[in-house]
């Protein structure tokens, strides 16, 4: 089955250690999204690449970072991960951005930071 | 930037029909409602979505009102395996931007 796969499904990392997550996709999608979804709340839109474009959200912290080697895996980087960024992170995709199209979602990386 | 208002909680009895609301009205004419429901700790699973009139699938059935600042979700049937985070978005330009969220806790 066609699918949005995410490793680790959890992650342990320590203060300030650079971690990274990734996503990759069987859909052949041309759009890739990164979400962060803190303990109770609702995800949060980091960023997105439609195709290679990448496309920021404005209050994404500069310590996210993203990469699209190709069309089939997107990778989450966090530089320098705080107590903060402790939270459940999902990777979309949809087929294209425009249109009344649906985004799947992985089954979510969760980021331990001791 | 949720462009939705959802009840935070929600009770339904087991075999009967869920009716989940949702207020979106700040809506722009092009803009389409999504919803998804999130079962802990997995990924946001598709439900349905629509524009204007009201669509049916084999999960559920969303109801846009008219001026379509308000819709609401039904499960016809509601199982134990329905209790989730159900979340109502409204799709602005490409991305989704999720609001809170309604808990939907089905009782045997």
């Known amino acids: 089955d066609a699918m949005v796969i995410q490793n680790p499904r959890y992650q342990v990392t320590q203060f300030g250690k650079p971690v990274t997550l990734s996503c990759s996709q069987t859909?052949?999608?041309?759009?890739m999204y990164w979400y962060q979804q803190k303990s109770s709340q609702a995800p949060k839109l980091l960023f997105h690449?439609?195709?290679?474009?990448?496309?920021n959200e404005a209050d994404t912290p500069d310590n996210f970072q993203s990469r699209r080697p190709n069309t089939s895996f997107c990778f989450l980087d966090i530089r320098s991960p705080g107590l903060g960024d402790a939270a459940m992170y999902l990777c979309?995709?949809?087929?294209?951005?425009?249109?009344?199209?649906?985004?799947?979602f992985g089954p979510g990386t969760r980021l331990t930071v001791l | 930037d949720a462009k939705t208002t959802q009840p935070p909680s929600m009770d339904c009895a087991e075999g009967r029909a869920a009716n989940l609301p949702c207020n979106h009205s700040t809506i722009s004419g092009n803009e389409y409602v999504y919803w998804y429901r999130q079962i802990h700790s997995q990924g946001p699973q598709y439900i349905i979505h629509g524009l204007k009139n009201n669509e049916t699938n084999e999960m559920a059935s969303l109801i846009i009102t008219e001026d379509r600042k308000s819709s609401t979700l039904i499960l016809p049937h509601a199982t134990l395996r329905d209790t989730a985070v159900y979340y109502c978005?409204?799709?602005?330009?490409?991305?989704?931007?999720f609001g809170t969220g309604t808990s939907l806790t089905v009782i045997p």
């Open positions: 978005i409204v799709r602005t330009g490409n991305q989704f931007y």
């Open positions: 979309a995709t949809s087929r294209d951005r425009t249109g009344n199209l649906e985004q799947f």
């Open positions: 859909l052949n999608h041309n759009v």
């Open positions: 690449y439609y195709d290679k474009d990448f496309n």
